[in-house]
């Protein structure tokens, strides 16, 4: 189970941070350490073969996952307003198993990654967490390996 050694939970900004920080040491990519207001459309971009690839980070807590088997990627907002602006290649899906702020260490699991394409085709669902809001819900048995994603980006 989730280990909260000091009872802090992270928000939703933090676990995105920790995933992405995640996503960036295994792969070496730099992160975009810049606030975005509204967001951004991708966390990273990388170069296979002169062609240039976007990747979307989706971390949530442990708990989260087992508990609806998938990670989401938010589509629009209580008021119905779209949140995606355009889709990423690629979308990887991490969990937070172990997060103790008071000695400032967190544990990432990268369950994997699916095509941004796959994710374009699923109808948004209302959130499972009953806050109003759209999603599309990646199920985490559909998930690649995220070797075969991180090896192809580190050859480049």
């Known amino acids: 189970s989730s280990r909260y050694n000091d009872g802090i939970i992270p928000n939703a900004l933090q ?9 960036a040491k295994v792969t070496g990519l730099d992160m975009d350490l810049e606030y975005h207001k509204y967001g951004k459309s991708h966390d990273f971009s990388f170069v296979v073969n002169g062609k240039i690839y976007t990747t979307g980070i989706k971390c949530s807590l442990e708990r989260t996952e087992k508990k609806y088997g998938c990670s ?9 307003k779209r949140m995606i602006r355009e889709y990423s290649d690629y979308y990887v899906a991490s969990i937070i198993t172990n997060n103790d702020s008071v000695n400032k260490k967190a544990t990432i ?6 095509d941004g394409n796959y994710v374009a085709s699923l109808e948004p669902q209302p959130s499972p967490t009953g806050l109003g809001h759209k999603s599309h819900e990646i199920k985490t048995e559909l998930l690649f390996d995220i070797n ?8 480049n």
């Open 15 to 23: 676990i995105g941070f920790l995933g992405e920080a995640a996503f």
């Open 72 to 80: 989401f990627v938010t589509y629009s907002n209580k008021r119905g």
């Open 109 to 114: 699991l990268l369950l994997g990654w699916i």
């Open 148 to 155: 075969r994603l991180v090896n192809g980006i580190r050859r």
